[in-house]
T-cell receptor, first 112, second 120 residues
């Protein structure tokens, strides 16, 4: 499975847009990029998944350049409740039961 | 719809004691996972079940850890005897890969809140 690299931590203020970049130089053809969010004392939660270009849902946007060697999770107008750890994962979601390989994630701290 | 349920939420034991964690996945999810998460780290897979069959237990320390998923629904993870280094959060997750009608789904995993184990 492709290894991912993302910043250990980021700080932001309420109302700002936050962009978390993840590098995955060895991404395979069938791999997708998936982001999970984890609040303290909770299990991780799926945020968004994409293969190429741009994906947007009600929570975030995911930007993936043509070479797919990196991706950027964009959180618009963050609030205090967005303080969490964000994990970038790479793998084939259509391969049954593929285990998720988590790194250390990016700890996002949002202040007022 | 109820999410993944785990119990207990917290457990404190003395080293060398046994401990068991229970997980009830989302109804209909055929795949069940147990992860261990150490402080400041991401979760690491211990074992994965497809229905009642353990299909990936390569990361499970089999000398002291065991798991079962009878009838392909609930699952129990056991540690006997526990060691100081087993202190961690044990997460259970489930996914439904094959959709109704046999359509290929997505392996989005739904996690429970975890059990925080402290070994003294």
């Amino acid at each position: 499975l492709a290894k991912t690299t993302q910043p250990i931590s980021m700080d932001s203020y309420e109302g700002q847009e936050v962009n978390i970049t993840c590098s995955h130089n060895n991404i395979a053809t069938n791999d997708y990029i998936t982001w999970y969010q984890q609040f303290p004392s909770q299990g991780p939660r799926f945020i968004i998944q994409g293969y190429k270009t741009k994906v947007t849902n009600e929570v975030a946007s995911l930007f993936i350049p043509a070479d797919r060697k990196s991706s950027t999770l964009s959180l618009p107008r963050v609030s205090l409740s967005d303080t969490a750890v964000y994990y970038c994962l790479v793998g084939d979601p259509y391969q049954a039961g593929t285990a998720l390989i988590f790194g250390k994630g990016t700890t996002l701290s949002v202040s007022s | 719809e109820a999410g993944v349920v785990q119990s207990p939420r917290y457990k404190i034991i003395e080293k060398k004691q046994p401990v068991a964690f229970w997980c009830n996945p989302i109804s209909g999810h055929n795949t069940l996972y147990w992860y261990r998460q150490n402080l400041g780290q991401g979760p690491e897979l211990l074992i994965r079940y497809e229905n009642e069959e353990a299909v990936d237990d390569s990361q499970l320390p089999k000398d002291r850890f065991s798991a079962e998923r009878l009838k392909g629904v609930d699952s129990t993870l056991k540690i006997q005897p526990a060691e100081l280094g087993d202190s961690a959060v044990y997460l259970c997750a489930s996914s439904q890969f094959v959709l109704a009608g046999g359509q290929v789904g997505n392996n989005e995993q739904f996690f429970g809140p975890g059990t925080r184990l402290t070994v003294l």
